[in-house]
């Protein structure tokens, strides 16, 4: 990734960034902590970077977290820094969380370990890299990508960094997806044939161009910042939605990727497809179908599924199948798959997969939504959208990470990123 300006990253983040380019970071710098309950050295410092409705909602699952100490956040409305300075000045009883507008002056800071990204898609995947370049492990809000290009660019800078990755896919952490993945990765299903994907809509959109309006001013809300890497457009409140703009990617922007990157990812898992993915993608009907080189069929479909719940997946093989979602509830042929007592738990809460993101930023281990897992997962998205946008067959090569013989495809694999943010 070039340089980027805030007079050179406020000089690479100093020393610190050249001291930590592989090297990871056992011991926090900071030993802030509540009543000395949690030793210094397994103490998280913590910052944040976007925080609306989402964001704030995961925060609430860092907050109590044992040893985790959170000490600054960063967004670029004003509103929005307050109200997070707010909730976590009530939290500790003090005032010490600090503010910051540019990301890049956060990142600088050498005491925080880690951070949470939950700003709109489009700063995913460059916010990620530029925090893993500043030596801090990643919490970040999914769709984690806008491109097939940039999903593979997020997954080389975890690797070249050392640094910890999960993306927000958080039923990855829920039981009832862990146990449905497990019966179909150790054959209780016979062998697998058919993976069942609900993305909810798969029509391709851009968030477009809208008529200007007066521009806010910077310190209420930066446009300039907002925007980011995105292409710029005038400014107009509704696009201050964080999380419709330009959701789910760029120039294929909307589809698949909103929900895929949960529903598709839980497949990719159940496949043992988390280091590449599908290789031919054909839409039919109202639906996106996709094979893998193993010869399991994906199907992304909106209807004909039981009511278990939103982010629906189903896996069948030769001997069995079994279907759950986000009721936490389960249904299976033969019945006996899952038969016995099982713990259920409704909805998708986030507090199972941030502590998973804990133990593993102090134990530098691979958490479940890894940088590789998001990469190819996002991917098989991404090359859904594509296959559904240009209405017919294409054809993936996940080595050359390229689809075969198809420039017109192939040139929807990236799209080129505003000045100066080039991730």
Known sequence: MKTVSRRNFLKRAGAFAGGLVAVPNLIPLSALGRGGAVAPSERIVL?????????????????????????????????????????????????????????????????????????????????????????????????????????????????????????????????????????????????LQTLHAQPRGLTTQSSGWLPPEPEPSVSDVDWDLYLGPAAWRPFNKSLLAGGEFEKGGGLVGGGCLEWGSHCVDLCQWANDADHTAAVEYWPEGNQVHARYANGVKLVVRDDGWLPLGSCPVRFEGTRGWVETGDNGEMEASPSELIAGPRPRIAGYPANFHVRDFLNCVRTRGRTRANADAACWSHITCHAINIAQFLQRRVHFDPVKCEFSGDEEANRLRSEALREPWTA
């Open 47 to 191: 910052g944040a970077i976007g925080i609306g409705g989402r964001g704030n909602y995961v925060l609430g699952c860092f907050l109590p977290e044992p040893g985790v100490q959170f000490v600054a956040i960063c967004d670029v409305k004003e509103q929005r820094r307050q109200a997070v300075k707010k909730k976590a000045d009530d939290f500790y009883k003090n005032s010490d969380c600090a503010m910051y507008r540019d990301l890049r002056e956060l990142l600088a800071r050498p005491d925080l370990d880690a951070v949470l990204i939950a700003t709109g898609p489009n700063w995913h995947a460059t916010a990620s890299i530029l925090a893993a370049e500043a030596g801090k492990d990643v919490y970040c809000e999914k769709p984690c990508t806008k491109t097939i290009v940039q999903s593979l660019e997020l997954a080389r800078a975890f690797r070249r960094t050392g640094r910890v990755f999960q993306a927000g896919t958080q039923r990855r952490s829920l039981p009832n997806f862990a146990y449905a993945v497990e019966l179909a990765q150790q054959g209780k299903l016979g062998q």
